[in-house]
């Protein structure tokens, strides 16, 4: 199985993708790969991590990890670009991954992410999935309103805005959600985040959890094939029906349908990762906040 991986600043827009590989991702082609068929060529599909220099705290990386694996598993190519400000952006997307960051990292990005927020919601619209945590996550909402009072445009994917506060919502947090079941992960957050209709949540807090705000009981928003969370965690690894969720629509988009061919070598190991995934919510689970 082929597992690629691009920087994007070396694949030119107008110009065939390039591979290369760096550190970080060397390790994640090794780890992913099993005793499967090479995909035809019809079987690729391209991973956006979207500004992982800057957004990229509490184990976020782990996400794009769990997407390569289970893809390569699923007999898909992935090939993973990562985004940073002032890159081109690739040819090809089919998915896209967004980790939380501190408001310094949100600073750096914003210029960048702006200049390219058309092109992020014709992906949106054209249903292209995307998963965005925390600070990604606020930023894909209609405004950010500092504690301060001062109010930072967002790029609108999501009906949802955020108020700055002082007091931080911190802890283990599970969910119940519609979607995809029990969702667990940990919530570490000031900006306090309120859906408008447009938006369903992701799921409704269970327990003592704090979530959107810790008001309404509400936690993360999705809005078609797009989802914003505040669970780190990370949060793919320990909730893999969120995972393939992501990668059938990545192929969806694609190919226009969904066609995994697992050998019994993947499909043991995808066995063995849910037995994992499984334990880790045990675990996770049982925490105190």
Same mark, same amino acid.
């Given at each position: 199985m082929t597992n690629e991986t691009t920087n994007v600043n070396e694949t030119a827009v107008n110009e065939p993708a390039e591979t290369a590989e760096p550190a970080e991702a060397t390790a994640t082609a090794t780890a992913a790969t099993v005793e499967t068929e090479t995909p035809a060529e019809d079987r690729r599909l391209d991973i956006m991590s979207l500004y992982p220099k800057d957004m990229n705290i509490y184990g976020d990386s782990g996400n794009v990890l769990t997407i390569q694996r289970r893809m390569a598993l699923y007999g898909y190519e992935p090939v993973t670009h990562y985004y940073n400000q002032g890159d081109q952006w690739p040819i090809e997307v089919d998915l896209i991954l967004g980790g939380g960051g501190q408001d310094t990292g949100q600073k750096k990005i914003i210029k960048d992410f702006f200049a390219r927020a058309n092109l992020i919601r014709e992906l949106a619209a054209d249903g292209v999935p995307m998963l965005m945590i925390c600070g990604m996550y606020q930023l894909f909402g209609e405004y950010f309103e500092t504690s301060e009072g001062e109010k930072l445009p967002g790029i609108g994917i999501l009906d949802a805005h955020t108020v700055g506060e002082e007091v931080r919502l911190i802890g283990n947090l599970v969910e119940e959600s519609d979607d995809f079941g029990t969702v667990i992960g940990y919530e570490n957050h000031s900006g306090? +985040?309120?859906?408008?209709?447009?938006? %369903? =949540?992701?799921? %409704?807090?269970?327990?003592?959890?704090?979530?959107?705000?810790? %008001?309404?009981?509400?936690?993360?928003?999705?809005?078609?094939?797009?989802?914003? +969370?505040?669970?780190?965690?990370?949060?793919? =690894? %320990?909730?893999?029906?969120i995972a393939d969720f992501l990668i059938a629509k990545a192929a969806e988009h694609r190919y226009g349908v969904f066609d995994p061919q697992v050998t019994p070598a993947a499909r043991e190991e995808l066995d063995r990762l849910d037995r994992f995934a499984s334990e880790a919510r045990r675990v996770a689970e049982s925490r105190p906040r």
């Open positions: 306090q +985040t309120f859906l408008g209709d447009g938006a %369903k =949540p992701l799921g %409704k807090v269970r327990g003592e959890g704090a979530g959107n705000n810790g %008001k309404d009981g509400f936690e993360g928003a999705r809005v078609n094939n797009v989802i914003g +969370t505040y669970m780190h965690g990370s949060l793919l =690894p %320990k909730n893999p029906r």
